[in-house]
T-cell receptor, first 111, second 113 residues
Framework: TQLLEQSPQFLSIQEGENLTVYCNSS?????LQWYRQEPGEGPVLLVT?????EVKKLKRLTFQFGDARKDSSLHITAAQPGDTGLYLC???????????FGTGTRLKVLA | SQTIHQWPATLVQPVGSPLSLECTVE??????LYWYRQAAGRGLQLLFY??????ISSEVPQNLSASRPQDRQFILSSKKLLLSDSGFYLC????????????FGNGTRLTVT
């Protein structure tokens, strides 16, 4: 059974600081997705990465997929209170219809 | 545009009572449908998914069951709730297989007392 571990579990920072959260898999990702979830709502897709070594940028967010496709990182530059939420990585598991989610990183950005 | 509706938003049920949560999708055909459960502030646990009417794949063999009576309707049920069934239940849909995004409803907060 594939396990997706995210670290840190919880992160509290001041507005303007930079941060990186990580997602590590016990097996190779088919493709990796990052979602953000706000309290009382469902997760919303931020990005999909497919190729090992791939880097994608979404405004102040930079997503990197490890060369071996077993890990990924999300870097946020100059964090803002609006970045607060639960960040989840997910594997789309090639050949199946299942989406397996990580353990999550809860981010709180203080004004 | 596509929308997903999930209800009720919150539910408080006594131990041993039955459960029925409903999810419907509008604006698309033949979606893949999913039920996830989330413990407070944590990741999502896949419970069931369906790729067609009447087809259900179970990931967690507990006292929960799912049904898909219509193309865009997905129901999560239990005959007798346990305390451990408390959590945040999320329904989601996607199309095809592979890299497509999951689109989630706003969830049901279930508290079993």
């Amino acid at each position: 059974t594939q396990l997706l571990e995210q670290s840190p579990q919880f992160l509290s920072i001041q507005e303007g600081e930079n941060l990186t959260v990580y997602c590590n898999s016990s097996s190779v990702f088919s493709s990796l997705q990052w979602y953000r979830q706000e309290p009382g709502e469902g997760p919303v897709l931020l990005v999909t990465v497919v190729t090992g070594g791939e880097v994608k940028k979404l405004k102040r967010l930079t997503f990197q997929f490890g060369d071996a496709r077993k890990d990924s990182s999300l870097h946020i530059t100059a964090a803002q209170p609006g970045d607060t939420g639960l960040y989840l990585c997910a594997d789309t598991t090639s050949g199946t219809y299942k989406y397996i989610f990580g353990t999550g990183t809860r981010l709180k950005v203080l004004a | 545009s596509q929308t997903i509706h999930q209800w009720p938003a919150t539910l408080v049920q006594p131990v041993g009572s039955p459960l029925s949560l409903e999810c419907t999708v509008e604006g698309t055909s033949n979606p893949n449908l999913y039920w996830y459960r989330q413990a407070a502030g944590r990741g999502l646990q896949l419970l069931f998914y369906s790729v067609g009417i009447g087809q259900i794949s179970s990931e967690v063999p507990q006292n929960l069951s799912a049904s898909r009576p219509q193309d865009r309707q997905f129901i999560l049920s239990s005959k007798k709730l346990l305390l451990s069934d408390s959590g945040f239940y999320l329904c989601a849909w996607t199309l095809g297989m592979g890299f497509a995004p999951l689109h989630f409803g706003n969830g049901t907060r279930l508290t079993v007392t």
